[in-house]
């Protein structure tokens, strides 16, 4: 299964996966239809199938048109989401599983951006490729989705559960924010190596216009200000050690960044 990475908007990022051995595709949050049919059409492939993360405009705005296309292509998105995603057939619940192109992927129930949140997780086959996670806007690099619909709590069980996926798990979430919030996260843990360093990187590649998704959740799980809410630095620079109140606290200051 192949990756492609199309930008959208200022700062979306539509994910298109090509299974060439059948020469046909998926999109993950298809903001637009037009970059999405081009791909196709130079790839000559077939979409058989959307996954939507959630709701918003941003991430199922291209849904309608590539229906229009593609008459046959099947529509999933989160069971909470009824009736908010266009064309939506499949309604999927914590651990279900999809299948793409000979691979399976298992769903998470992520609330807290929105209340019908998910995220598709692709396991790394023979342990040789390493394993692919859709997160729309639940976690980015460097940060989280804003809490739109759910609470810090929810949020936490969300992030939980996709922290505990393998450090080698290649993250790709729906925008290009990444250096905004490594600059937020410097202000909260401004003592971290790995953070510092990853923000070096990250400024430099951003100022040659690089795209820095896919990040590893490894590198998230050190300097991801949002999957810390046990370390030190982060329980001091809210004044709690609570998990939901930490994450809470630094929520709040990122919203006011
Ligand atoms: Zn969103
Ligand atoms: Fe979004």
Redesign the pocket.
Known sequence: MDIIRLPAFSDNYIFLLHARRMNIAAVVDPATSLPVLSCLDKLGATLVAIFNT?H?F??VGGNEQLMEHFPNLCVYGGAEDRGRIPGQQVFLTDGDQVEFGGRRAEVFFVPG??RA?IAYYFPSETGENMGDLFC??TLFAGGC?RL?EGTPTQMVNSLSKLRALPDNTRVWC?HEYTLKNLQFALTVDPENTDLQSRYAVVARDRSQGLATVPSLLGIEKRTNPFLRWDTNSLQLATKSKEPARVFGRLRGMKDLF
């Open positions: 959630h918003h941003d991430h951006h929105t949140h729309g806007d989705g739109f729906a």
